[in-house]
């Protein structure tokens, strides 16, 4: 049985393995992942959170690979949460796809972990933030959580970053399916990669129109023209987190952003416990009887779920 | 105020007009809903769900279009049902996207819809079942999902239907990300879609290994190679399809297979129900005092839901 509150100790110290298997226990979930999200709680706030999203195949990991170069090159201790079946980062190493990670899989400074997208519903929604919880309380500086740029769960937890960065490809279609996905709402700085391919230039001005169309904010996301895989524009992105971090640190905005946050958690949190006890408490017979009935369609899920609900009351 | 037992006798009689209101009463959630969801579920079990998934690009769209033409000269009563902000079916028809349509747009015996992907966590999980549910007890005989493949709520939700068609591309990266995204366990078949590009045989043979590798099941998904566009290989996916329907058929896999879909339905509502349940009981003045505790990092929110569902209890 391993000893949450030993192994916070011992990676805080700096021991990486201990990490890897605190964010092993966060993402099994239960008893331990709690115990280890209480000791963590109150030693975190430390790091700055920037997401990065995108479409698969347009850049999200080489745009992060080459931040990661200009980030170490700061000495920053950096974290990368890979909750993206495409990302490169991401595990489950089939077929040698290893290969294919970063120049900075093996760098001591910077820590990668893939984040499983399996699992019951929710699943992620409640492991990303306390993996993050994790590595903001072993001093961690930044930690970059990226996620698919589609999928509703996958959206609102990289929404949930201090700063969210969404990377488009040039196109006509690409600013438009971000639209769809939801993305320009969560947007805090857009990025058009790959931009020595034609189009880019229409790709800015779709987006220019988008954020017209939209209600006006305190802060208009920037949009950046980037070529991560040489590089060019990358400098130019990492200005534009710096500025919009800046923004964020005025008026209370970054402690508000986070508080919204947490709140948003703890709802989560709420509901996930009130799933647990409502299986436990129902008695099997009942459920089967109620369960057979919604099968026969001789009662519909909502009417069988406030049976199933007054019986936890009784 | 609409009448829903109304909506409902006008869309079994034809009505595509109150057809559509069900559906966005339905999305809406609430009351409504489940009083939709009440009236429908006994008239229902007489549609056949068609699950489509793939990556964005991978012409999952292409291929549920000419699926329909085949479908329609067969005059069957189809559904399309799309879940994926990159599908030229869904919704939102900024910047004419609309023209991107599919033929049979304007086909009477083809009802399309889109579901929107934003919302609360869960929201589409919930929301994309009672709209089949509709779809079914108003007659349709055919309800094609079509999600996107990535991102954990789509990825369930296509994975629930009857016969699930996982599409791939050419080229040796598509098979390991399906794998990776968790496409293999939900896959009856796999469509190896642009096959007319290099590097088909290629991911028919890696996507044959991963099968090899998979528990053995008592089905093991056949791989088809299409030409979406050109309409190559539509009829082999259409055949299929059938064999799947005709192997479901046998032994009471489909009951089997819908009883488990409705068993998991009914476990997502209880914890709706209990969400909504925990949100109006704990007073206001409490809730807050928790979330502040939480923000001001005295408290963990696992903590702090503890004593919230304390509060419920008392």
Redesign the interface.
């Known amino acids: 049985m391993p000893d949450p509150a030993g192994l916070v100790d011992a990676a805080r110290a700096g021991d990486r393995a201990a990490l890897a298997r605190l964010l092993s226990l966060v993402e099994r979930g239960g008893d331990e992942a709690?115990e280890i999200?209480?000791i963590?709680?109150?030693l975190?706030?430390g790091a700055y959170t920037l997401g990065i999203t995108g479409?698969?195949?347009s850049g999200k990991s080489t745009l992060t690979n080459a931040l990661l170069g200009i980030l170490r090159d700061a000495d920053r201790a950096v974290a990368v949460l890979a909750v993206?079946?495409?990302s490169p980062f991401?595990?489950?190493a089939?077929?040698g796809?290893r290969v294919r990670m970063g120049d900075h899989a093996l760098d001591p400074g910077v820590f990668i972990r893939s984040m499983a997208?399996?699992?019951h519903?929710?699943?992620?929604?409640l492991a990303t933030p306390q993996a993050v919880r994790v590595l903001d309380a072993v001093g961690m500086e930044l930690v970059i959580v990226e996620t698919?740029g589609?999928?509703?769960?996958?959206?609102?937890i990289v929404g949930a970053a201090d700063t969210t960065v969404v990377v488009v490809n040039p196109g006509?279609?690409d600013a438009?399916?971000a639209?769809?996905?939801?993305l320009m709402e969560i947007a805090d700085l857009f990025v058009v990669n790959k931009a020595d391919r034609p189009g880019a230039a229409d790709t800015r001005r779709?987006l220019d129109a988008?954020l017209d169309l939209s209600e006006p904010g305190e802060w208009r996301p920037p949009i950046v023209t980037t070529v991560a895989s040489t590089g060019e524009g990358v400098d130019e992105v990492q200005s534009a987190v710096e500025s919009h971090r800046a923004f964020l640190a005025g008026g209370g905005r970054l402690e508000a952003k986070?508080?919204a946050r947490?709140?948003d958690?703890?709802?989560?949190?709420?509901?996930?416990?009130?799933?647990l006890?409502?299986?436990s408490l129902v008695g099997v017979d009942d459920r089967q009887q109620?369960?057979d009935a919604?099968?026969a369609?001789?009662?519909?899920?909502?009417?069988?779920?406030?049976r199933?609900?007054t019986a936890v009351d009784a």
């Open positions: 709690h999200g209480r963590c709680h109150p975190g706030g479409a698969p195949g993206d079946p495409s991401s595990g489950g089939i077929l796809d997208t399996r699992g519903l929710g699943g992620l929604a698919v589609v999928g509703q769960v996958e959206v609102e006509w279609g438009v399916q639209n769809k996905a939801g779709d988008m986070r508080a947490l709140r958690e703890l709802r989560l949190v709420v509901a996930e416990r009130l799933r006890r409502a299986e109620l369960e919604v099968v369609r001789q009662l519909d899920p909502w009417t069988a779920a406030d199933i609900l």
